[in-house]
């Protein structure tokens, strides 16, 4: 089944400890990207990837890094979360510009 | 700049009746796709129909369509025949695809079906 899957799915974390959402597709898809979605204010791009070692940032990178050594997997890490970043989190692929989602992580910073 | 407006952050709908939810967007960039996504209660985004801003008809996809009036900038979806499984969050989306291929939504419309 074509699927984009992200873990976990429900998170509480506490200020500063680092923490990785991981997130991968089936699809071969060469785009994937980051979301955050907060109440009205819809979803905003975090950071995308247009292929294998090829990354850059969307509208609200700051205290988000991302990887994509493979491409399959596109992590999303923060290194010091604050409560600020309390959210939920998309993953999204796609291959020719329409993209699929995964099902979004809840996250709680304490 | 570029920007999605959603002007309607709630509308209620009788079962069984069309509904326009209203989307501008903004953008210099003569090549542009627009998206509409729905988001039901269990939070999944689910992809509902796209337009090319080079696609000379507007898109149909069974009971979605969408109304694109390039010189007014609008992308309004059209659910025609309503169903209470309708119910959820609607977001309006635009993708630029020259330069920086980023994708920008907007604050989403909340659509009730009524029985």
Redesign the interface.
């Known amino acids: 089944e074509a699927q984009v899957t992200q873990n976990p799915r429900y998170l509480i974390t506490v200020t500063g400890k680092k923490l990785t959402v991981t997130c991968s597709q089936n699809m071969n898809h060469e785009?994937m990207?980051w979301?955050r979605q907060d109440p009205?204010?819809?979803?905003?791009?975090i950071y995308?990837s247009?292929n294998v070692e090829v990354t850059?940032k969307?509208?609200v990178p700051e205290g988000y890094k991302v990887s994509r050594k493979e491409k399959r997997n596109f992590p999303l890490i923060l290194e010091s979360p604050s409560p600020n970043q309390t959210s939920?989190y998309?993953c999204?692929s796609s291959l020719y510009?329409?993209?699929?989602?995964g099902?979004?992580t809840r996250l709680l910073v304490l | 700049a570029q920007k999605i407006t959603q002007t309607q952050p709630g509308m209620f709908v009788q079962e069984k009746e069309a509904v326009t939810l209203d989307c501008t967007y903004d953008t210099s960039d003569p090549s542009y796709g627009l998206f509409w996504y729905k988001q039901p209660s269990s939070g999944e985004m689910i992809f509902l129909i796209y337009q090319g801003s080079y696609d000379q008809q507007n898109a149909t996809e069974g009971r979605y369509s969408l109304n694109f009036q390039k010189a007014r900038k609008s992308a309004n979806l059209v659910i025609s025949a309503s169903q209470l499984g309708d119910s959820a969050m609607y977001f309006c989306a635009m993708r630029v695809t020259s330069g920086t291929y980023k994708y920008i939504f907007g604050t989403g419309t909340r659509l009730k079906v009524l029985a």
């Open positions: 785009y990207s979301y009205g204010l819809g979803l905003r791009q995308y247009m850059d969307g509208d939920l998309f999204a510009g329409t993209q699929y989602f099902p979004g």
